[in-house]
């Protein structure tokens, strides 16, 4: 079974503090993607990263794929009461199945 | 706009009685996924579709059937409904390739007594 771990699960920060969310498997990955959803709502696909060391930024939002594709983490500068949701990484490994699979989520609370 | 639809939004049912979640999206994409989410275990894929009468179990398929009669339709049945498929609900929709966007619908809250 193709596992996809995150950590911390539950993270309870203040305001401008900085925090970084973990995405790690056994398995290799051809791309991850990262969600966030907030309550009553489905996920939403905040950034897709394919290529193995790759970083992305999305405004105070930092993305590392690993070098080996088998992980990533998502790092967060100056953390704002807005940022408080589930983050979910997500992805296909590369072992031919079409299974679209989650991590276990991260809960992200900034506190004002 | 772009959406994916499910309905109902809420669902009280009593064990036993069939019901059926309705999924709809008009983004023509070939790939659907039903998920249940449960406090502590994440987004867990029920079934999926790769297309029109194309569909495959994935987590945890038992006590659910699903149809892929239409593209844009993808509705989640469970027949004989137990307390322990009590959960929240998500259809995802994506379109061909490994690296596409899920789309999901705002989710079906069912609580089965």
């Known amino acids: 079974t193709q596992l996809l771990e995150q950590s911390p699960q539950f993270l309870s920060i203040q305001e401008g503090e900085n925090l970084t969310v973990y995405c790690n498997s056994s398995s290799v990955f051809s791309s991850l993607q990262w969600y966030r959803q907030e309550p009553g709502e489905g996920p939403v696909l905040l950034v897709t990263?394919?290529?193995?060391?790759e970083v992305k930024k999305l405004k105070r939002l930092t993305f590392q794929f690993g070098d080996a594709r088998k992980d990533s983490s998502l790092h967060i500068t100056a953390a704002q009461p807005g940022d408080t949701g589930l983050y979910l990484c997500a992805g296909h490994a590369t072992s031919g199945t079409y299974k679209y699979i989650f991590g276990t989520g991260t809960r992200l609370k900034v506190l004002a | 706009e772009a959406q994916v639809t499910q309905n109902p939004r809420y669902l009280i049912t009593v064990t036993g009685k069939k019901l059926t979640v309705t999924c709809s999206q008009n983004m023509n994409h070939e790939y659907m996924s039903w998920y249940r989410q449960d406090p502590g275990l994440g987004l867990r894929q029920i079934y999926y579709s790769m297309n029109v009468e194309v569909t495959d179990k994935g987590d945890v398929p038992e006590g659910y059937k699903v149809s892929r009669k239409e593209k844009r339709n993808f509705p989640l049945i469970l027949e004989s409904p137990s307390p322990n498929q009590t959960s929240l609900y998500f259809c995802?929709?994506?379109?061909?390739?490994?690296?596409?966007?899920?789309?999901f619908g705002q989710g079906t809250r069912l609580t089965v007594v």
């Open positions: 995802a929709s994506r379109s061909r390739g490994r690296d596409t966007e899920a789309f």
């Open positions: 990263v394919v290529t193995g060391g």
